[in-house]
């Protein structure tokens, strides 16, 4: 963890409003990261507009990471995202959005992934038509967050392809499973042991396993009941719901105790 990272996650996997300079550095000793690693680490990050000062010693996420941060907070209305799936398909095509940038390409793709596409043939990005934003909605989510403002997002009620060409298999739906299932069972086991830890310890673990599990959860496709178990999907959601408030009580008690 540096400095850095550790600020981000501060700010935008726990959700954290705003917090001040001093609660940087004692966050940072909970990971053994020096105090002017700390300091330095916001300096930057101001600089780069992903902080803005809200008053002396006082930080609140900057404009530059806001459409990332909403997406990251996102995690918890998951449920609220998809619709039963009629069996028709959301389309991206880029073939005419160029590959020669690649901070761009790096972008397009994340942003993509982050909404459940999958790249079915080179340049051209799918996903079951499960979502309930409407394709002008989904469009500017993704341009908000890295997409090309060029790119352009079809609904497609059906599809003819080769023999052996399914879009249902562009996604790794066992091992998704089986990651909800280590997730869960990681933040019920240290749910269950939690108050037994030492104050830094059991700060850094709700940091460390609730950033873990958002991820997952963000970066998850949000595939229909069709495809994918989501009933078990939706057992992690509601587990790190409970695991992210005892995680803010936690983090709270220890800023008092450090200052």
Same mark, same amino acid.
């Given at each position: 963890?540096?400095?850095?990272?550790?600020?981000?996650?501060?700010?935008?996997?726990?959700?954290?409003?705003?917090?001040?300079?001093?609660?940087?550095? =004692? =966050?940072?000793?909970?990971?053994?990261?020096?105090?002017?690693?700390?300091?330095?680490?916001?300096?930057?990050?101001?600089?780069?507009?992903?902080?803005?000062?809200?008053?002396?010693?006082?930080?609140?996420?900057?404009? !530059?990471? #806001?459409?990332?941060?909403?997406?990251?907070? !996102?995690?918890?209305?998951?449920? !609220?995202?998809?619709?039963?799936?009629?069996?028709?398909?959301?389309?991206?095509?880029?073939?005419?959005?160029? #590959?020669?940038?690649?901070?761009?390409?790096?972008? &397009?793709?994340?942003?993509?992934?982050?909404?459940?596409?999958?790249?079915?043939?080179?340049?051209?990005?799918?996903?079951?038509?499960?979502?309930?934003?409407?394709?002008?909605?989904?469009?500017?989510?993704?341009?908000? %967050?890295?997409?090309?403002?060029?790119?352009?997002?079809?609904?497609?009620?059906?599809?003819?392809?080769?023999?052996?060409?399914?879009?249902?298999?562009?996604?790794?739906?066992?091992?998704?499973?089986? &990651?909800?299932? /280590?997730?869960?069972?990681?933040?019920?086991?240290?749910?269950?042991? %939690?108050?037994?830890?030492?104050?830094?310890?059991?700060?850094?673990?709700?940091?460390?396993?609730?950033?873990?599990? %958002?991820?997952? %959860?963000?970066?998850?496709?949000?595939?229909?009941?069709?495809?994918?178990?989501?009933?078990? &999907?939706?057992?992690?959601?509601?587990?790190?719901?409970?695991?992210? =408030?005892?995680?803010? /009580?936690?983090?709270?008690?220890?800023?008092?105790?450090?200052?």
């Amino acid at each position: 963890m540096t400095g850095r990272g550790l600020i981000l996650s501060l700010m935008n996997a726990i959700g954290t409003r705003q917090m001040t300079a001093a609660q940087f550095v =004692a =966050a940072g000793n909970a990971f053994g990261i020096e105090d002017s690693a700390m300091r330095m680490a916001a300096t930057r990050l101001t600089k780069e507009g992903l902080l803005e000062s809200a008053g002396r010693g006082l930080y609140v996420s900057g404009a !530059g990471s #806001r459409p990332l941060r909403d997406q990251v907070r !996102g995690w918890r209305r998951v449920g !609220g995202r998809t619709k039963p799936w009629d069996g028709g398909w959301l389309a991206v095509p880029a073939g005419n959005l160029g #590959r020669t940038d690649r901070k761009q390409l790096a972008a &397009r793709s994340q942003a993509l992934k982050l909404h459940g596409f999958a790249e079915a043939e080179p340049d051209l990005w799918v996903r079951p038509a499960n979502l309930t934003a409407g394709l002008r909605d989904l469009r500017a989510e993704l341009v908000a %967050i890295g997409l090309d403002d060029r790119a352009m997002l079809f609904e497609l009620g059906d599809y003819a392809a080769p023999d052996g060409v399914d879009f249902r298999t562009l996604w790794d739906v066992e091992g998704l499973q089986a &990651r909800y299932a /280590e997730a869960l069972a990681a933040i019920e086991t240290s749910a269950a042991r %939690i108050d037994s830890l030492p104050l830094a310890e059991a700060a850094r673990e709700t940091l460390l396993l609730g950033q873990a599990a %958002i991820r997952l %959860i963000n970066l998850d496709p949000l595939l229909p009941e069709e495809m994918v178990d989501s009933a078990l &999907r939706a057992s992690l959601v509601a587990a790190m719901q409970d695991y992210e =408030a005892r995680g803010q /009580e936690i983090w709270g008690r220890y800023y008092r105790e450090a200052g």
